[in-house]
């Protein structure tokens, strides 16, 4: 099998961390280069990836002959322009969330890709995690009856890290781009549906918002979410039926934050009723990310988050800053 060989346009902390390591360990994909100005960076990615050849610009990775693929970490500010560059360079395009800051942006991105003939896709990662597969399953094949309620948390506390992208209006930062991609688009990828009757409250600072609340519909299920990037670490997803119900214990950050777990609850016929527990304690959802990707561009496998896919929850985002009143 032919690896799919891999540059990285910009050596991110999360690059370096998830990504780098992720790419050089799937199977079918060989990391072969790196974009970055800075000698002590690229130093941290050839810990775990001695051979990696580094490109001193960002255009000279694009024109590298010897990569198919392009990974791009970038601030979100940045993702449409480069990942449209990278495409027309001849190259696959795998790039971060959120690839884009609003829904027409994906105009731009489904037009480059079709002209180009390949894979273009956002890092949705979750996706691949077979936890996110199993809720999915469960939902969608009846066993929880009726789904009548859905109900998401996500945050985290970065108010002291005041330089970082996510707390600059400029470079595209706030809670619901880094974080509210995730409860929102988690949903459609179970439901298989798309929301409506959005309605949301904000909270902002400095141009960025650090907490949204958000209502909506999917189907003929309410649902209530919230996201926040000043609270206390948490993260939990709930999809409540009218015969069981689904929570997913760390439905985002698997291994990071805790452990993949999901509990189906269901209700005996005469009382009682039982809790089911699947785990999945090893499962790497950024390393099935880069095989899955592997799998489209040589096989022709049909990819579980195409473009447009990520442009749906997009809109449902662009719903919610439309919609949402201002907490102060």
């Known amino acids: 099998m032919k690896p799919v060989r891999w540059g990285i ?90 690839i884009a800051l609003q829904d027409s942006d994906f105009d731009r991105l489904i037009t480059a890709r079709d002209a180009s003939g390949k894979l273009a896709a956002e890092a949705f990662m979750i996706v691949h995690h077979p936890q996110w597969q199993h809720a999915r399953e469960l939902v969608q094949s009846g066993e929880i009856g009726a789904l009548r309620h859905i109900s998401g948390r996500f945050s985290f506390d970065n108010r002291e890290d005041t330089t970082n992208i996510r707390n600059r209006p400029e470079t595209g930062g706030g809670g619901l781009r880094d974080i509210g991609v995730y409860v929102m688009g988690s949903t459609r990828f179970v439901t298989g549906l798309e929301g409506s009757d959005v309605s949301a409250r904000v909270r902002w600072e400095n141009g960025v918002d650090v ?16 996201v926040s990037t000043r609270m206390q670490p948490a993260q939990e997803m709930v999809f409540h039926g009218e015969k069981g119900l689904i929570r997913m214990l760390t439905p985002f950050n698997a291994r990071v934050f805790g ?50 896919f990520s442009r749906g929850t997009q809109v449902m985002m662009d719903g919610v800053f439309e919609v949402a009143t201002d907490l102060g």
């Open 211 to 226: 907490f949204a609340d958000i209502s909506a519909k999917f189907g003929d299920a309410t649902y209530s979410a919230y």
């Open 9 to 98: 346009l910009g050596a991110a902390k999360f690059a370096r961390q998830f990504m780098g390591p992720a790419i050089h360990a799937a199977h079918g994909a060989e990391l072969v280069a790196l974009a970055t100005s800075s000698e002590e960076k690229a130093a941290d990615f050839k810990a775990f990836c001695p051979t990696l050849k580094v490109h001193t610009d960002y255009e000279a990775l694009l024109a590298d002959p010897s990569i198919d693929a392009i990974y791009i970490p970038l601030p979100n500010h940045m993702h449409v322009d480069w990942t449209i560059k990278a495409l027309e360079a001849g190259k696959h395009v795998l790039c971060e969330k959120p």
């Open 259 to 308: 452990e993949a777990v999901v509990e189906f609850h269901r209700t005996g016929h005469v009382g009682g009723g039982s809790v089911h527990a699947q785990r999945f304690p090893m499962d790497d959802h950024y390393k099935s990310q880069v095989e899955a990707f592997g799998r489209t561009v040589r096989d022709g496998a049909d990819y579980p988050c195409p473009l447009e």
